[in-house]
């Protein structure tokens, strides 16, 4: 339920509270409205004449922190209802006495004062404090009250489900903060790992993923390469096409490369246009290949009808990981690969020289 509320609600942060808290309380207050509303007959019947026209006065406020909710009003409605439960439970136990269980409200009351977030925190606590005094000084004076209505025999009954309707905002308020707290968690550590543009990971957690990918490639003894990959001209692009369509093509060219590769491989933006890719399970000879299909698929990308005549290539330098080597000599050797397609024109894969058999006789495959 909890987890359903909050996938209705597409805001973030406090605003995520305060849309799932509006979802929450209007529900509850047509709950109360309606109980209220047949407790009038109940008190009636039992000869609580008092109670029945107290509940009259609670229907109408319940009534009234509705409207106030659909107009958008619901913190006022809260405290109309927080000084409805206050009044009401405090009139109850005078008359039915403590067996009833209507005290129990207040502790309710104070939980969710201290979730309205237009209160201060100070003002919020100092609020709950004093329900909790209330709740407490209801035991005070009146303690000696007796129940003197019909059905006295339904009191305990009338306890148990005053005390499990009082205790279940707490246990689901607490339940909704928990969800929250858990789902904002996840969603921070994954905008502080994410180019907020590409959506890759940034180059600060990617290193952490690589040196975890590099330890299993060992231990597994599993071939691992190190892809650093360039949009040529990218600057052209920006110049004559706009920042705008150099972000999009940004964009663009990484989402196909998330398409492409494995799940177990890593996509970063490494700097502005330029990428690393850690393939894993994969040796030089089949990265060579694999680079190649997505080097041809970028080249067809951008066939845009806006700007027909855009181009967009990419070049590629690809080292196969030594297991003993560091990340900063394979980044290294990546780099230097890169830079040779770079030199060799452009739109070309290069696998840095002499990593891997297939490739011995070569200094750069293009
Ligand atoms: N639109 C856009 N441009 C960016 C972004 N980050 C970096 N750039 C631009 O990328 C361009 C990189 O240009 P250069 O480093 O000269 O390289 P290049 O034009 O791609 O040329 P080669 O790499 O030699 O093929 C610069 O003009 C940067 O302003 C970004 O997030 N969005």
Do not use: G, I, T, W
């Given at each position: 339920m909890i987890k359903h509320l909050l996938k209705q609600?597409?805001?973030?942060g406090l605003e995520e509270i305060e849309h799932v808290k509006f979802l929450i309380i209007s529900k509850i207050a047509y709950f109360a409205l309606i109980v209220h509303a047949l407790l009038i007959p109940a008190f009636a019947h039992i000869g609580a004449n008092m109670l029945a026209l107290v509940n009259i006065l609670s229907v109408f406020a319940w009534a009234s922190g509705i409207f106030l909710i659909k107009q958008g009003l619901t913190s006022l409605a809260l405290r109309v209802f927080c000084l409805e439960v206050i009044i009401h439970a405090v009139i109850v136990c005078a008359t039915l006495g403590l067996g009833a269980g209507f005290q129990f409200y207040l502790w309710t009351v104070s939980c969710i004062l201290m979730i309205d977030y237009q209160l201060t925190f100070k003002r919020a606590a100092f609020y709950s404090l004093v329900m909790i005094a209330t709740f407490a000084l209801l035991y005070v004076f009146?303690?000696?009250?007796?129940?003197?209505?019909?059905?006295?025999?339904?009191l305990p009954h009338v306890n148990v489900i005053n005390i499990i309707i009082a205790g279940l905002p707490m246990v689901y308020g607490m339940g909704l903060i928990r969800e929250i707290t858990l789902s904002q968690r996840v969603e921070l550590t994954d905008m502080a790992a994410r180019d907020p543009l590409t959506k890759l990971y940034n180059r600060r957690f990617a290193k952490k993923l690589i040196t975890a990918a590099h330890q299993k490639s060992i231990e597994l003894e599993s071939s691992l390469c190190i892809v650093m990959a360039d949009i040529d001209k990218f600057k052209n692009i920006n110049d004559n096409y706009g920042h705008e369509k150099g972000d999009t093509v940004l964009i663009n060219v990484a989402r196909l490369i998330r398409q492409f590769i494995d799940d177990d491989d890593i996509a970063v933006r490494w700097g502005g246009e330029e990428f690393l890719i850690l393939l894993t399970n994969t040796d030089a000879k089949q990265a060579f290949a694999k680079i190649e299909t997505l080097r041809l698929k970028i080249a067809e990308l951008e066939a845009h009808h806006e700007f027909p005549d855009l181009n967009v290539t990419m070049s590629f330098g690809l080292i196969e990981w030594q297991?003993?080597?560091?990340i900063e000599k394979m980044l290294q050797h990546a780099d230097e690969a890169l830079y040779k397609s770079k030199h060799a024109g452009r739109n070309q894969t290069t696998v840095a020289k002499g990593q891997h058999p297939a490739f011995k006789d070569a200094d750069a495959v293009n």
């Open positions: 609600s597409k805001q973030s009146f303690a000696d009250v007796k129940y003197s209505f019909a059905y006295p025999e339904l297991p003993l080597a560091s």
